[in-house]
């Protein structure tokens, strides 16, 4: 499936379509010192070869991509592109290159034909040249029998599909693509993956993508990694997954035991550089070529047995990544140890399945629809979430996560079913009801022109806090946030991480009972999602119940039970285990989540009834 | 109950904190009332000055020369040229190099002389009906007092041609030298405070849908009630500042006198506010974003400026359109405030314009409140 690059054939193999040399660029920002988004980047991206551009959110990879179009003019160092340079000679290289952006730029009012059209008319196609490369591309993107759809009624994933096949419409020379992938479902993202091989193996084109999901750098040829606007390294996927053999170990937890709370005592530990739950087993990648730092952290054996594990991409990645930080001064490692504050008494680490504490649960749904119109985004959609769990909605955007989310929250009408939040419907029910929740949404969604301290101020208040308590609560919310050095400024000037923290101290201030979080991982790099997912699990010990969603299948993982929904239809609901058995076959003994959706969405599996766990 | 006033106090500080910090807000605070107090205080005014005119003198005789110096030396009036041709004062009218030709025919004198009207023929350019009327008003008045003083032998080609019997003393009372600026300035604080107050309570909720911020508001355990009257305070408090520090400028820097009662200038400023806070934020309770609140208030102030007797008569408007502009406050704090500053309002005199603007303060925050309930919850 993933083709070497000695496998790609074209009579161009080996010519270089992009040459990057030592490339320097800097914004400034008002208030604030400039931003070096480019520090000294060389890299070369050739004919037949998919090379890709890792890093977590602000390396720098989005103003490499505009620089190499053209878009952006670089401070120093050039950009050669098909031996044309990238400032002179803008307009010759705008007519061979194809770049697809983020947010590609379809027309969402115009039929999938009338996209192509425009974009065929705009890259001046030959018309005789139009038919044969249309029926190529929709062959190839699968969108044949929706030529008459509106741009704006596909699903996310075949919006991503026909934005590539618009980028490809005159077969470019070099594609240059930025996160295509962001928040499509896993099958679509397959599709993608493969449209972007067949155009490299058929064209010999060159391909750099940037990508935030670290399991399609293994796809590619060669991956370069940016950090904050340097290259901290080169290579293939092979030779990075070289850099981490024999640190790589995997923790199986004995029975009764949840994986999370293994993590929990994992991560963040000295000689320790990364640990996650990947298939109901802990992943531990170590400083040293040594299994001492594992053990060591297990002197009450939990672990039924701890495996070598074989190395990743990602284990590499978040190696490469802990030492780039720590070798900066004031590193923003994450806390040892995460304080909830919520209470003193963590729960014992068994694994009681929290059941029959309220014959409803904290959270409460039967048959939950809505309708926009003819449009149904939420179909009859029935879960219990009860005291102490976390409890996931996973699923592709566009799924109905968030239409269901907001339900919940009492911000959304209910078209049809039933729910209840602590055994009230929060639209019909008064502002006391609201004094327990909190909530993050998507967005970032404080007030950008209070700072920091302001806005923690306001909500506290909001729920009443007032006094000392207030006063107390926020200094903890700046110590255990790590906001105290930007307590007075404006939040909507925040860097994205900050804003992220500060948007879930202004959520879990007042100590909710149950916390609401929409995708607060979503455009968070890998560190700080790990970061994330560890304060979720510390509040879920203090017994706060928390209804997540989230597009990062392998987040699922952190869940005690989650729901999978595709196209606003319930795919599954179980724990993680529930759910990955599911998919496992003979030839596959060992599915993820994302086969497990994967599976599901193509009707592979069998998906359980309303009740997912027995 | 406490709790619920900590919450309120709590909304407000917040809305006041997004005003000021807001540099769109700030400037809708600062710059719109000044920049109308010095418009409508210089340029909004119906009194002519600088008016261009020619003469076309085919008499030139000493009485002729005699009529036109008086025109030379009125502040009024502004000499462009002498017209030797009839073609030339078509000419010049037409391209509106002048407003109005004066034109003396040759038998003036001679019918002066003779004891007979003599005719002055005034050309005026009349696509402008009212800058016409009254310069033809300027014109005649020159004309009549020459006529007094010559012992009435001469006869305009305007209306009063016969020798005058009756004599007419006229005196205005309340604006005694009948300044328009007068009308305008006293009534520009209403406007202002118009302005002001809708445009920020029609972006506080709006802005917050923008920002995505609102979603988090309603979470939070407040009622639907307390943000709404959280959202309308700080834009009153501003709009009665500001209209309040033009009444002051008005009176200071412009020299109008202020002879009512500084109370009923407060409360019909307050009452006119509230209803106008009411249909700004249900404006902004339609809007999702701030560019449709903005086109909102828009469509509210045309149409309810011009309703409102601020520059023209509701008198001059047909009668069904008289009885639209009853529903607009505007009309009544416009009518107040010239009462308070001209006449010497006090509470008791403008309470025919207070009433009215309660009843549509109620209904307007009436209709907000229910809108933002059934948009939100």
Redesign the interface.
């Known amino acids: 499936m993933i083709q070497s690059a000695d496998e790609s054939v074209s009579e161009r193999s080996g010519e270089t379509v992009l040459g990057v040399r030592n490339l320097h660029k800097r914004f400034e920002s008002k208030g604030g010192p400039p931003v070096e988004a480019l520090r000294d980047v060389s890299l070369d991206v050739r004919c037949g070869e998919v090379v890709g551009l890792v890093g977590p959110d602000g390396a720098g990879k989005t103003t490499l991509l505009r620089i190499a179009t053209g878009l952006l003019v670089p401070d120093s160092g050039t950009a050669t592109v098909l031996g044309l340079d990238s400032v002179r000679d803008t307009l010759q290289i705008r007519g061979r290159i194809a770049y697809m952006p983020q947010k590609f730029g379809l027309y969402e009012d115009l039929t999938v034909q009338e996209n192509l059209d425009l974009y065929a008319d705009l890259q001046g196609v030959e018309p005789a040249a139009r038919a044969p490369r249309y029926t190529r591309l929709l062959e190839m993107t699968g969108l044949e029998k929706f030529t008459g759809r509106l741009a704006g009624r596909l699903s996310g994933g075949m919006k991503q599909k026909l934005g590539l096949a618009c980028a490809l419409i005159k077969s470019p020379e070099l594609l240059l693509l930025d996160e295509p992938t962001v928040g499509v479902d896993p099958v679509s993202r397959r599709e993608l993956w493969r449209i972007v091989y067949q155009m490299v193996d058929q064209e010999g084109i060159g391909v750099l993508v940037a990508t935030a999901y670290l399991d399609e750098a293994e796809k590619c040829h060669r991956v370069v990694v940016l950090h904050e606007g340097r290259k901290l390294d080169e290579g293939t996927p092979a030779s990075f997954r070289e850099q981490v053999h024999g640190h790589t170990f995997v923790v199986q937890p004995p029975p009764g035991v949840r994986p999370r709370t293994i993590q929990g005592r994992l991560a963040g530990r000295p000689g320790i550089i990364d640990a996650t739950i990947r298939g109901g087993r802990v992943r531990v990648v170590t400083e040293e070529r040594d299994i001492a730092a594992v053990t060591g952290a297990m002197p009450d054996n939990l672990a039924a047995a701890i495996d070598v594990a074989g190395p990743t991409f990602e284990d590499a990645f978040m190696k490469l990544l802990a030492h780039a930080r720590s070798s900066q001064s004031h590193a923003n490692l994450p806390a040892a140890q995460v304080s909830t504050g919520v209470s003193p008494h963590p729960r014992e680490p068994e694994a009681t399945i929290h059941r029959g504490e309220s014959a409803d649960g904290v959270v409460h749904t039967r048959d939950l629809t809505k309708r926009f119109g003819t449009f149904t985004a939420v179909s009859e959609i029935s879960f219990d979430v009860h005291r102490g769990e976390i409890f996931g909605l996973l699923g592709p955007n566009g799924a109905g996560k968030s239409t269901t989310f907001r339900m919940l929250c009492g911000l959304s009408k209910v078209s049809a079913g039933e729910v209840r939040v602590a055994g009230r419907d929060l639209r019909r029910a008064g502002s006391f009801a609201r004094q327990r929740l909190g909530y993050m949404a998507q967005q970032f969604s404080l007030y950008g022109q209070l700072s920091v301290f302001e806005n923690l101020r306001f909500f506290g208040r909001a729920y009443g806090l007032a006094n000392t308590r207030l006063a107390e609560r926020i200094e903890w919310a700046l110590d255990e946030f790590d906001l105290r050095g930007h307590r007075d400024m404006a939040s909507g000037r925040l860097p994205g991480g900050y804003k992220q923290r500060l948007a879930m101290a202004a959520a879990i201030l007042h100590e909710p009972d149950i916390l609401f979080l929409d995708e607060p991982t979503s455009g968070v790099d890998p560190l700080a999602r790990r970061d994330f997912w560890r304060r979720i699990n510390s509040f879920a010990e203090g017994g706060v119940t928390v209804v997540v969603t989230t597009h990062f299948m392998e987040e699922a993982e952190y869940c005690d039970r989650m729901l999978i929904m595709s196209q606003g239809r319930e795919l599954a609901t179980g724990t993680p285990d529930e759910i990955r058995e599911l998919a496992r076959t003979e030839d596959h003994p060992d599915p993820t989540i994302e086969d497990a959706f994967i599976a599901l969405a193509e009707g592979a599996a069998r998906p359980r009834g309303k009740e997912g766990s027995p | 109950m406490a ?1 619920a006033l ?2 309120i106090a ?2 407000v ?2 809305e006041f ?2 005003i000021m ?2 540099p769109k807000s700030r400037v809708v605070v600062i710059g719109p009332p000044i920049i109308q107090f010095f418009v409508f205080g210089y340029a909004a005014t119906f009194d002519l000055n600088n008016v261009r005119y020619a003469v076309r003198d085919e008499d030139r005789s000493v009485e002729s020369r005699e009529l036109l110096s008086r025109f030379r030396g009125s502040p009024t009036f502004r000499l462009v040229g002498e017209l030797s041709s009839d073609r030339e004062v078509g000419d010049l009218i037409d391209r509106q190099g002048v407003r109005l030709v004066l034109h003396i025919p040759q038998t003036f004198s001679r019918d002066l002389h003779a004891g007979r009207p003599a005719q002055v023929q005034v050309i005026v350019d009349g696509r402008n009906s009212n800058v016409a009327a009254v310069a033809l008003g300027y014109a005649s008045g020159i004309i009549a007092q020459y006529n007094a003083e010559r012992g009435g032998t001469l006869a305009a080609g305007a209306p009063n041609a016969a020798r005058p019997t009756l004599q007419l003393v006229d005196r205005a009372w309340f604006n005694p030298n009948l300044q328009s600026r007068w009308f305008i300035v006293s009534a520009l604080g209403g406007l202002i405070a118009m302005i002001v107050v809708l445009l920020l309570s029609s972006l506080s909720v709006s802005r917050e849908r923008e ?3 609102f ?2 508001l ?6 639907s009630g ?1 943000i709404l009257l959280a959202k309308a305070l700080p834009p009153m408090v501003c709009g009665l500042f500001d209209a309040l520090l033009l009444a002051a400028a008005a009176v200071l820097w412009f020299g109008l006198p202020f002879r009512g009662s500084l109370p009923a200038l407060v409360v019909a400023l307050s009452v006119f506010i509230v209803s106008v806070v009411g249909v700004g934020l249900f404006i902004s309770s339609l809007s999702s974003t701030m560019q449709q609140s903005l086109l909102g208030s828009f469509m509210f102030i045309m149409p309810s400026v011009i309703l409102s007797g601020f520059t023209t008569p509701i008198q001059n408007m047909p009668q069904w359109l008289q009885w639209g502009t009853l529903i607009n406050p505007l009309r009544y704090i416009v009518t107040a405030c010239r009462e308070v500053f001209l006449q010497g309002g006090t509470l008791a005199t403008i309470w025919p314009q207070l009433w009215p603007m309660a009843v549509i303060a109620a209904a307007t925050l009436a209709s907000a409140t229910w809108l933002f309930r059934h948009r939100t ?1």
Request: net charge positive.
């Open positions: 709790l900590l919450r709590t909304l500080v917040k904190l997004a910090k807001d920002f995505g911020t979603d988090q309603l979470v939070a355990p407040f009622r307390e919850a």
